[in-house]
Nanobody, 122 residues
Framework: QVHLVESGGGLVQTGGSLRLSCVASGSGFSLRSMGWYRQGAGKQRELVAGITNGRNTNYVDSVKGRFTISRDNAKNTVSLQMNSLKPEDTAVYYC????????????????WGQGTQVTVSS
């Protein structure tokens, strides 16, 4: 069973930056697609950014140009650099390792971290 641990959340003012990191235990990290999801209060969980094992990336429209996802396979780490943060980015951010053949939009399967809170004050 893979264990994912996120870090880097916190409180930041509008326009500020944060960098989230997620470290995965176990082997096979380099073979798996990884994603960052978020869930705001009263909202559904959504995919924020994803990166495949081939380093192809995708982003939700609302964060394009502001967020960057990256991975370091040597350290079993996936990161999310968040710049120009807005109050609407406030949410709990989750790291996810997709199952083989899994879908970004289907939350079933794979492994999830415990989440890290990001709060952007106006």
């Amino acid at each position: 069973q893979v264990h994912l641990v996120e870090s880097g959340g916190g409180l930041v003012q509008t326009g500020g930056s944060l960098r989230l990191s997620c470290v995965a235990s176990g082997s096979g990290f380099s073979l798996r697609s990884m994603g960052w999801y978020r869930q705001g209060a009263g909202k559904q969980r959504e995919l924020v950014a994803g990166i495949t094992n081939g380093r192809n990336t995708n982003y939700v429209d609302s964060v394009k140009g502001r967020f960057t996802i990256s991975r370091d396979n040597a350290k079993n780490t996936v990161s999310l650099q968040m710049n120009s943060l807005k109050p609407e980015d406030t949410a709990v951010y989750y790291c996810r390792m997709l199952p083989f053949g899994g879908s970004w939009s289907d939350p079933a399967g794979g492994s999830w971290g415990q989440g890290t809170q990001v709060t952007v004050s106006s």
